[in-house]
């Protein structure tokens, strides 16, 4: 009698990308609410967009130049539909990123003033955040959220 084992082990998971200005962001809006009925960046216009460079593959596997893959900017007054596209496009990209040979994690970051943004007299008065989703293929994706007050426009 023949015996075949089957390999029932989950496969390997890189671990998430973890946005901890973009959560903070979102805690402070919570806070403000909660607290004071106040809407975060309430008299202020957010643009976001999204831009990179991404390596497209044919169905042979070949690689081509990478070519641009920038998103038009889309602006809005409200800072939540902001916050969920930053974090549909983290998920989106963490799901799909084997076809790009998985996140580079070493070099996916975020930057901007994201956690000093707060709705406090203190805070900067605009938001300037962003993340870079680097992949191990030598793409490289980056979401921007800016802000502007109306009063400036």
């Not at 390999?7 to 962001?25: A, G, S, V």
């Not at 496009?89 to 707060?118: S, V």
Request: glycine share 8%; with cysteine.
């Amino acid at each position: 009698m023949k015996t075949t084992t089957i390999d029932m082990r989950p496969e390997p998971f890189e671990p998430p990308f973890f946005y901890t200005q973009l959560d903070t962001l979102a805690k402070h809006r919570l806070n403000l609410w909660q607290k004071h009925g106040r809407t975060l960046g309430e008299g202020s216009i957010f643009a976001f967009c999204d831009s990179g460079m991404v390596k497209d593959y044919y169905e042979d596997g070949t690689a081509t130049d990478l070519h641009p893959a920038a998103g038009y900017p889309q602006v809005t007054k409200h800072l939540e539909y902001a916050l969920h596209c930053a974090k549909d496009f983290i998920e989106y990209h963490e799901r799909h990123a084997d076809k790009h040979g998985g996140l580079n994690l070493d070099d996916c970051h975020e930057w901007g003033n994201a956690q000093l943004y707060d709705g406090g007299k203190n805070q900067p008065r605009s938001l300037s955040y962003g993340i870079r989703l680097s992949f191990n293929d030598g793409s490289i994706l980056f979401f921007t959220i800016t802000s502007r007050q109306e009063s400036e426009l």
